[in-house]
């Protein structure tokens, strides 16, 4: 392998390492808050179903490609096509990661934040805290800078020393914490309602803008769309079980997310708060669980450290798109390259962190109607790249996948490693080749009508 390169230590830690990437704020804090604006259950079983159906087998092909050529997206789209036009597919994902990364790093210096918040100040004065807090902007964009930093740091040292060892240590922790969390919360007054809301589907509610959201959610926390996963998939030997992995790794994701749920709809609604409050939703739910729990301030304050970890796992991978393409592609050093990014990052983001009502140019800034998404800076950033050109990549993906390079050929290198794939070959060719396709394109095109931009 070239120097520059990493590889994997362990077919464990390339599952903790990918789960890392896909395990973050996308489930604990984007998952609530989007089930909540959606009505609830009803949301959370068409995304189950997109999940399952849509992001399981896409990750497999997005794994094959990337394991078949050892390069990132664009060096192994052009391994297959020669320099096409479907190049700019793999430049797409990297312009959308590049545009995750801004706003998920903002929510990631929110995160931080509140380490020190919870840890540092009065229960009953944190919970109404969030709004002064964003509109203070100098702390939260120092926040931010911090963040990325972090990020950046991590991105430095390459794969394996960077990625792999932080996601051993951090997921098995963050899961008991949830479970606790879970079982604390669901003993408060009322908190049954919450469980109703969140597990008792009233079909009723499914209309277009929750099909929409499950999809763009399913996609977004799986990390799927933008040709990380073909990364991660470049680092991969040979002798790696990719659909056991592809399996672990789905798996873990929706329950991490699943259990999220578990907590803020009981606590949620035994405070008598809305559901659809929006991004700033788990910064308010949770600070109000620690201030009425004993020791809240520690609990609370371990809370947000493994939050915030969970997000640099996210936002390390997110970072590592575009720097491997430049290291691969265009030869330049991993230590300049992630720098480069870093700033280029930091400045595209900073609208974002001022749009939680500091100005109010970016607080009303509405581009995307209001009946896909609200109308802050933020959250429009967060549906056009998290929600819409993540699923247009991973629609160009598939096509590109299951069509030009051959949805038998990349079957084939799934196979390599054995495991019980051979049983479900012809269903997920089915799958690459026609159903992902023909559902991302009909909702797609349902997306533009209802947005006027055809
Ligand atoms: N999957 C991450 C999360 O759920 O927090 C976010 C993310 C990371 C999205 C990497 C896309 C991506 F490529």
Redesign the pocket.
């Known amino acids: 392998m070239k120097d520059d390169r990493g590889h994997w230590g362990s077919k464990i830690g390339f599952i903790l390492a990918a789960s890392g990437?896909?395990?973050?704020?996308?489930?604990i804090w984007r998952f609530p808050y989007i089930t909540g604006e959606n009505g609830g259950a009803a949301f959370v079983i068409v995304y189950l179903i997109f999940v399952l159906l849509l992001g399981l087998p896409y990750m497999l092909a997005e794994f094959s490609l990337g394991r078949a050529f050892q390069l990132n997206t664009v060096g192994s789209i052009d391994k297959i096509t020669n320099k096409s036009a479907w190049r700019y597919v793999g430049i797409l994902g990297i312009i959308t990661?590049i545009g995750?990364l801004s706003f998920?790093g903002v929510i990631s210096g929110w995160t931080l934040a509140y380490v020190f918040k919870t840890l540092f100040t009065e229960g009953q004065v944190l919970i109404n805290d969030f709004s002064n807090f964003v509109n203070n902007p100098y702390y939260e964009i120092l926040l931010y800078a911090i963040f990325l930093i972090f990020t950046a740091l991590i991105v430095y040292k390459g794969v394996e020393a960077g990625i792999e060892k932080w996601c051993k240590i951090l997921m098995p922790i963050l899961m008991v914490l949830l479970i606790a969390l879970i079982i604390y919360a669901n003993l408060l007054p009322n908190s049954e309602l919450g469980l109703k809301f969140y597990l008792m589907p009233d079909f009723g509610k499914i209309n277009f803008k929750t099909i929409v959201a499950a999809l763009g959610q399913a996609f977004?926390?799986?990390?799927l769309g933008?040709g990380?996963m073909v990364t991660f998939g470049s680092y991969l030997p040979k002798s790696t079980n990719m659909f056991s992995s592809a399996i672990y790794i789905v798996f873990f994701d929706a329950l991490i997310a699943l259990l999220a749920g578990f907590i803020i709809f009981p606590a949620l609604f035994s405070m008598g708060e809305n559901p659809a409050s929006g991004p700033s939703l788990v910064f308010i739910i949770f600070p109000k669980l620690f201030a009425q729990m004993p020791f809240g301030n520690i609990v609370g304050a371990f809370f947000f450290v493994l939050l915030s970890i969970a997000a640099l796992t996210?936002t390390v991978?997110?970072l590592e798109v575009p720097v491997s393409y430049f290291v691969d592609e265009k030869k330049i050093s991993r230590k300049k390259i992630v720098w480069i990014m870093t700033i280029v990052v930091f400045v595209i983001g900073l609208p974002s962190a001022l749009s939680q009502g500091t100005i109010d140019f970016f607080t009303n800034f509405g581009f995307i109607p209001e009946s896909l998404t609200s109308q802050d800076f933020l959250s429009q950033i967060s549906f056009i790249f998290g929600d819409l050109l993540?699923t247009i990549g991973a629609l160009f993906l598939s096509i590109f996948i299951g069509w030009i390079w051959g949805a038998q050929k990349a079957a084939e290198e799934i196979k390599i490693s054995g495991g019980k794939f051979y049983k479900f070959e012809k269903i997920w060719i089915f799958l690459i080749k026609y159903i992902i396709p023909i559902i991302v394109v009909l909702i797609l095109i349902s997306i533009f009508k209802v947005t006027g931009i055809t």
């Open positions: 990437s896909a395990i973050g704020l996308g489930n990661s995750i998920y977004f926390s799986l990390s933008i990380l996210s991978s997110l993540l």
